[in-house]
């Protein structure tokens, strides 16, 4: 069975920069459509981002557009969210999801309940 484990996360300032990481286990990574999650307390999970096996297609919320990239190692068995310029407004826990079947567009990106594989979450804090 696939596993996901999420590395990166931790306190930034506002207008600083993470990378989180998505490691896999269990199958090799390419098999899958990788998502980028966040939910924020009191608040409903978000999209963020997705991207294709192969890595040539990806998919971005607005609000995260032109300042997050999405993308994967798959000889690694990896797949990173680089996120620059961040506001306070990104503070979430953030969670990679993965799925064999889900083509990466804007509605598979914002319906969490389709994605099959989950991880256990990195907090990501950004205050000052």
């Known amino acids: 069975q696939l596993q996901l484990v999420e590395s990166g996360g931790g306190l930034v300032q506002p207008g600083g920069s993470l990378r989180l990481s998505c490691a896999a286990s269990?199958?090799?990574?390419?098999?899958?459509?990788i998502g980028w999650f966040r939910q924020a307390p009191g608040k409903e999970r978000e999209g963020v981002s997705c991207?294709?096996?192969?890595?040539?297609?990806?998919n971005y919320a607005d609000s995260v557009k032109g300042r997050f990239t999405i993308s994967r190692d798959n000889a690694k068995n990896t797949v990173y969210l680089q996120m620059n310029s961040l506001k306070p407004e990104d503070t979430a826990v953030y969670y990679c999801?993965?799925?064999?079947?889900?083509?990466?567009?804007?509605?598979?990106?914002?319906?969490?309940?389709?994605?099959?594989?989950w991880g256990q979450g990195t907090q990501v804090t950004v205050s000052s």
């Open positions: 999801a993965a799925d064999l079947q889900l083509v990466c567009d804007s509605g598979a990106r914002r319906l969490g309940e389709l994605w099959q594989y």
């Open positions: 269990g199958f090799p990574l390419d098999y899958y459509e």
């Open positions: 991207i294709s096996r192969s890595g040539s297609n990806t």
